[in-house]
């Protein structure tokens, strides 16, 4: 996270405005943070997010905000990237890795002031083909986790439902062939699951997908390979309890941090999670980072959540 900017960016004075998601669970928290910092709003549906977006930016707008979940911020950082403008976040999410991950607030009247007075900083994106991801990408074990998970979820809840998710994916768990090309040279697996982070990612709890602080920027690419359960199992344990580094011992794991790598299946079309979102993809699947791709408004160092 390179700073482009280690001045706040002056926009009191100027017009600021705030787009809100109006179907998210904090919806209303962001539109009473909103109005205490004075900053103009608008509540809008997800169906209509990007095209107001659009519209804001092609009206010459040098700073957005947005408040959402990861969702809504891929959105706009998927407008913004790689133009002159500015993207300001209140997170809205259930987990909010990337507000985490970038010194933002997740108290929103908090967030609303860093939105409107924060500094600049250079934000780095992944993309899988031509779709971007914030955080991380993910195929086999996971991508079952999250469909199950999205089925409980309406009955029972984030936190129950991922319990029984996790339960249901360990039955379910199988194994898939995958080849994976990382500078010229091919690597070919017997995996359960491909992990793929935007900048070095942890798997302990209760820090699980979170970025290593002060960690190595590029895509963090790990493999859990094998067929056994037992031993994925350990594998499991072994990163969940003692960390990524713990892991990297074992021989059904394996991990790179990379610019760049493609993985080729053995099906022409695959489902893979991106940021907790599922999206079938053609096959092979072309992994690239995109360094300092936009500008993101964060806290500085003084400012404590």
Not at 55 to 69: C, N, S, T
Not at 85 to 109: R, S, V, Y
Not at 164 to 180: D, K, Y
Not at 278 to 301: C, G, N, Q, S
Request: charged share 25%; glycine share 10%; with cysteine.
């Amino acid at each position: 996270m390179a700073p482009t900017s280690t001045a706040p960016a002056g926009t009191r004075g100027s017009k600021l405005k705030a787009f809100v998601n109006a179907a998210g669970g904090s919806a209303e928290a962001a539109r009473e943070a909103l109005t205490e910092a004075g900053l103009d709003f608008e509540m809008v549906q997800p169906g209509e997010l990007e095209t107001r977006l659009k519209q804001e930016i092609d009206g010459g707008a040098r700073r957005i905000v947005v408040a959402g979940g990861d969702g809504t911020i891929a959105t706009a950082a998927s407008l913004v990237a790689k133009k002159d403008i500015e993207l300001a976040i209140l997170p809205g999410g259930t987990l909010n890795h990337f507000a985490k991950d970038h010194n933002i607030p997740a108290d929103l009247g908090k967030a609303a002031t860093v939105a409107a007075e924060g500094i600049v900083v250079g934000a780095d994106i992944g993309y899988v083909n031509d779709s971007l991801f914030l955080n991380t990408s993910s195929l086999g074990a996971y991508v079952t986790f999250v469909r199950v998970r999205e089925r409980f979820e309406k009955h029972l809840g984030y936190r129950i439902a991922s319990f029984f998710a996790l339960m249901r994916t360990w039955v379910m768990l199988r194994s898939f062939a995958v080849t994976l090309e990382v500078e010229g040279e091919k690597k070919v697996y017997r995996s359960s699951m491909v992990f793929i982070g935007v900048g070095e990612r942890e798997l302990k709890l209760p820090i699980l997908g979170n970025r290593v602080k002060n960690g190595r920027r590029g895509l963090h690419v790990m493999v859990v390979q094998g067929r056994r359960r037992a031993r994925l199992f350990g594998v499991a344990l072994a990163g969940i309890a003692k960390g990524t580094k713990e892991a990297e011992k074992l021989p059904e794991f394996d991990d790179f941090l990379v610019e760049s790598c493609r993985i080729e299946l053995t099906r022409s079309h695959t489902l893979i999670g991106l940021d907790g979102e599922l999206k079938e993809m053609r096959t092979p699947l072309d992994y690239r980072i995109e360094r300092d791709a936009f500008h993101i408004v964060t806290a500085p160092p003084e400012v404590d959540e």
